[in-house]
């Protein structure tokens, strides 16, 4: 991978809403819905090596979403409902590696219970915003199996546009890749 970029902080981005939803950083009191979500088959159905088996698996999760947040000051966010207290999943940005650059990974993952009411498309579009204004020079990238209708919708309501010639094998089958609209690799 090239030069990483340099960890910045923006402390606008532990928290941010939308219309319905709150977007907030993660912590302690996230750890069982992310126990929950992960030892979900149907919530993992597209990414099973995705699946966790442990509570420890968990803790290990949310501490590298802490380090991300601890590094660059943004990450993955829980996503809940402005009117309860209950997570509906998770949602946001991380720094990864594609093709010997940084770029910005969009991650939506929600329970099936939260699925067909739009929120994984507001919290989405939440994210890839926030990255244009706070990250405007990186790439935000999805990355959908290509039997995943849903998250493809999802990725384009996020203002993403297919981009056939960044597709890769991935983990748990073809990764069909959805980018920042008028971005090109560089």
């Keep these: ?9 923006d402390s606008g981005a532990e928290e941010i809403r939308t219309g319905r939803l709150v ?4 912590g302690p ?6 126990f929950a979500l992960h030892t979900d088959p149907e919530a993992c159905a597209h990414n099973p090596s995705d699946l966790l088996e442990t509570r420890k698996e968990a803790e290990l999760l949310l501490l590298r979403w802490s380090h991300q947040w601890d590094r660059y000051g943004f990450g993955y966010w829980t996503i809940r409902r ?18 010997r650059r ?4 969009l991650f939506y993952r929600l329970f099936p219970s939260a699925w067909g009411a739009g929120y994984a498309s507001e919290a989405a579009a939440a994210a ?6 706070h990250r ?9 199996r290509p039997e995943n209708i849903a998250s493809q919708r999802v990725a384009q309501r996020a203002g993403l ?8 094998p991935g983990d748990d089958g073809a990764d069909w890749f959805y980018i920042s609209d008028g971005c090109e690799e560089g």
Excluded: Y
């Design 29 to 34: 009191e996230d750890l069982d819905a992310i």
């Design 82 to 99: 402005q009117d309860s207290p209950e997570p509906l999943g998770f949602c946001g940005v991380k720094i990864v590696g594609h093709r």
């Design 102 to 105: 940084a770029v910005l990974n």
């Design 161 to 168: 546009v297919r981009a056939e010639e960044f597709d890769t």
């Design 128 to 133: 890839v915003n926030w990255a244009r204004a």
């Design 136 to 144: 405007p020079d990186d790439l935000v990238i999805a990355r959908v």
């Design 23 to 26: 977007l907030r950083r993660p």
């Design 1 to 9: 991978m090239t030069a990483e970029p340099a960890p910045t902080r």
